[in-house]
T-cell receptor, first 115, second 114 residues
Framework: ETGVTQSPTHLIKTRGQQVTLRCSSQ?????VSWYQQALGQGPQFIFQ???????GRGNFPPRFSGLQFPNYSSELNVNALELDDSALYLC??????????????FGEGSRLTVL | QQQVKQSPQSLIVQKGGISIINCAYE??????FPWYQQFPGKGPALLIA?????SEKKEGRFTISFNKSAKQFSLHIMDSQPGDSATYFC?????????????FGQGTTLQVKP
């Protein structure tokens, strides 16, 4: 069973640029959630995708957008990067059983630095 | 209120001791309370979870105590080991159908000294 994989692991961008982060969900999981974890803080929910549709969104501006593909992999896109976007971006997947037990399976994250 | 408040921010415990981390919430609609463990460079991993219809859940050395009237819950790590050194996050969510939308506490960095 393959776990949640994210790419890239680290990247550096400058203010105003755009970034795309990618996530492959765990085998059999059809739900993907994205979280932003600032240094020394708990993860904050960005949004969730279920069967290719956005299924809930946290308090993040529209320049944060996402996609889910038919194979349940997902992308997080951030436009017009700001310094405060520097964080660890975590992808988590859950399937039908995950929704029942509540367990999210997290990837190791993509560390974004905005200069 | 959608916040979950966690304390302490950091904790140092001797090997074999008991580690206790506390969380408080405001929204009485929350009905699922997991604890996640995160090692440096890794994503969080589910440690143990509880629903508000029980007051305590134990899995090995890890116990959640839940006080619904006080809107508080805590994690107890018995016989703490150096391998338990990590950051611990409590979380809460609304409804079993929304388990992807967790609200996390600020985290507690635990150091267990040999």
């Amino acid at each position: 069973e393959t776990g949640v994989t994210q790419s890239p692991t680290h990247l550096i961008k400058t203010r105003g640029q755009q970034v795309t982060l990618r996530c492959s969900s765990q085998s059999g999981h059809n739900t993907v959630s994205w979280y932003q974890q600032a240094l020394g803080q708990g993860p904050q929910f960005i949004f969730q995708y279920y069967r290719e549709e956005e299924n809930g969104r946290g308090n993040f501006p529209p320049r944060f957008s996402g996609l889910q593909f038919p194979n349940y992999s997902s992308e997080l896109n951030v436009n017009a990067l700001e310094l405060d976007d520097s964080a660890l971006y975590l992808c988590a997947s859950s399937g039908t059983s995950g929704r029942a037990t509540g367990e999210l399976f997290f990837g190791e994250g993509s560390r974004l630095t905005v200069l | 209120q959608q916040q979950v408040k966690q304390s302490p921010q950091s904790l140092i415990v001797q090997k074999g001791g008991i580690s206790i981390i506390n969380c408080a919430y405001e929204n009485t609609a929350f009905d699922y309370f997991p604890w996640y463990q995160q090692f440096p460079g890794k994503g969080p991993a589910l440690l143990i979870a509880i629903r508000p219809d029980v007051s305590e859940k134990k899995e090995g050395r890890f116990t959640i105590s839940f006080n619904k009237s006080a809107k508080q819950f805590s994690l107890h790590i018995m016989d703490s080991q150096p391998g338990d050194s990590a950051t611990y996050f409590c979380a809460a969510t609304l409804g079993s159908s929304n388990t992807g939308k967790l609200i996390f506490g600020q985290g507690t960095t635990l150091q267990v000294k040999p």
